[in-house]
């Protein structure tokens, strides 16, 4: 069990950066969702669970975030897929590293 309890820990913690990574690029939840779904083969419902769990741990954040996100523009299709492609890429190159 203590491998896969690890194995599990990982993968949050690689679904966790990649919100991250949606965040500093002013995504929405839904457009993360969708990204990660689309491009990193997550599914909505671990990307959304992770994500509560996010604004659980970080209320204030998240509270200004959504101020923040409502004055912006959303990213086109073309640019969301080659930000997270290039996400991907990097995390993949970064993976054995940490």
Request: aromatic residues 6%; contains cysteine.
């Amino acid at each position: 069990m203590g491998e896969s309890s690890n194995s599990s820990a990982s993968y949050i913690h690689m679904v966790q950066h990649l919100i991250e990574k949606c965040l500093i690029f002013h995504m929405s939840k839904e457009e993360c969702m969708d990204a990660l779904s689309k491009h990193a083969n997550i599914k909505p419902v671990i990307t959304s669970t992770v994500w509560n769990e996010l604004e659980k741990e970080n209320k204030e954040f998240f509270e200004a975030y959504a101020k923040v996100k409502s004055n912006d523009d959303r990213m086109s299709e073309e640019e969301t897929s080659q930000m997270i492609q290039k996400i991907i890429s990097q995390s993949s190159k970064g993976a054995g590293n940490e």
